[in-house]
């Protein structure tokens, strides 16, 4: 079965395993837990997608906007005091080992230091640091599909547009469908968060007629997803807003 959140967010999960695990932890595949972190209470807190990675499913978080410093993606993979802590967001999410991890042109703002035209003040270089870990760095769909299979995926896609006029309504959409011809028809569970943040922006700025091309931007969002589900058969697909 997959699983897949759409609107302001996509979440994709299939596999054979699923089953077995709502048996095993049914609170586990009902539900996601969003907690409030303090100083010195975060080493007990653990997200659904890495009790998921734990039992063997591929992860895969992509964002149309920010980069991997996201509020949302964030919540896939980093325990932080602050969604301004951006540093930290970054340098979890390269420790996450998560198979697909795509965002904007933004995200190698906090992955790259200043040498390399980044925000990092510790000099680390974050892009370096994951391919060396095995992640193909990518910055189109095409990329994507032209990665080694054996890679995992960093996106920094230029095509998700730096502004409201250059962003592509299908560019999601065709990122998505980059990384479901990565999945083929493999055996083992996968979860897929996909969001678009596009109509949450375009309705804070009362700004209608980009509220009307971000609604398109979800449309295509939600076709892929539900087209591969169709061809797969165990998916489940899930379009909701926050």
């Not at 992860?59 to 993979?77: E, L, R």
């Not at 198979?99 to 035209?117: N, Q, Y």
């Not at 091309?213 to 295509?220: D, G, R, T, Y």
Request: with cysteine.
């Amino acid at each position: 079965m997959t699983c897949c959140s759409l609107a302001c967010g996509l979440a994709l999960w299939t596999g054979a395993g699923v089953a077995a695990s709502q048996a095993a932890n049914p609170g586990v595949t009902k539900s996601v837990v969003i907690l409030e972190a303090h100083p010195g209470e975060m080493a007990g807190c653990i997200g659904m997608t890495m009790l998921l990675k734990q039992k063997g499913y591929r992860i895969h978080v992509v964002d149309v906007t920010y980069g991997s410093d996201g509020a949302t993606p964030g919540a896939f993979y980093a325990h932080v005091l602050s969604r301004g802590d951006s540093g930290k967001i970054c340098e979890q999410a390269s420790d996450s080992g998560y198979d697909v991890l795509i965002g904007s042109a933004k995200t190698e703002l906090w992955m790259r230091p200043a040498a390399k035209g980044g925000k990092r003040t510790d000099n680390r270089d974050l892009v370096g640091e994951m391919e060396g870990k095995g992640y193909a760095f990518v910055r189109t769909p095409a990329e994507i599909v032209a990665a080694p299979k054996s890679s995992r995926i960093l996106g920094a896609l230029e095509t998700f547009g730096a502004d409201e006029s250059a962003r592509d309504e299908e560019a999601l959409g065709e990122a998505m469908k980059a990384v479901f011809g990565r999945l083929g028809d493999r055996s083992e569970g996968f979860f897929m968060m996909a969001e678009c943040t596009e109509t949450d922006h375009a309705n804070h700025g009362n700004n209608s007629s980009f509220a009307v091309k971000a609604v398109s931007m979800v449309e295509f969002m939600a076709k892929a997803a539900v087209d591969f589900a169709r061809k797969r058969g165990d998916t489940l697909v899930i379009v909701t807003a926050d």
